[in-house]
């Protein structure tokens, strides 16, 4: 398992990240005597119902491997989406920029992108991402870049670029 420590003076944070069927054992010491403390353990996995952009990343982090991935710094996170690695927000906290360059992706891009409908930006690259351009890509109106880079996806060019108006590159 990975493990980040997020500790100061007064809490510690300890984020453990798992694969399905791995086991972990937790021992806590309590490093200020024998006073009570709190504590919380919290499992994430992927959304069952994609509603929001938040859910919309999480989707994608899921179905690309994205415990793996080389930046994920803050994905998962409840910090806002402006501070995740890679996504870019708007004055309002809209996505704007997704940026999965130089990460190891593998996967399928999952259908999410209605819940994405001010991006801007899209650009990937990854030797494993298979599949095909899911549909909802062809909706984002604001979409003037699109970059799939170094990936194994299978679709052809599809007449539904048409749909993408401000498509520049």
Do not use: C
């Amino acid at each position: 398992p990975f493990a980040e420590d997020n500790a100061d003076s007064y809490a510690s944070n300890l984020t453990i990240y798992l694969e399905k069927g791995q086991t972990i054992y937790l021992y806590w010491m309590n490093r200020w005597g024998n006073k009570g403390f709190d504590w919380e353990l919290s499992f994430v996995g992927p959304p069952e119902v994609v509603v929001d952009e938040r859910s919309a990343l999480e989707a994608i982090f899921f179905a690309n491997n994205g415990i793996d991935w080389r930046f994920n710094t803050n994905w998962l996170s409840n910090k806002p989406l402006r501070e995740w690695s890679g996504v870019r927000t708007d004055l309002d906290g809209n996505v704007t920029r997704l940026f999965l360059g130089e990460r190891i992706l593998e996967g399928e891009l999952p259908d999410v992108f209605e819940f994405l409908p001010k991006l801007e930006y899209f650009s990937m690259s990854g030797f494993n991402i298979s599949g095909k351009i899911p549909p909802s890509i062809y909706t984002l109106d604001s979409l003037s870049s699109l970059t799939l880079h170094n990936t194994s996806i299978t679709d052809t060019i599809s007449s539904n670029f048409q749909y993408l108006t401000n498509l520049e590159e």
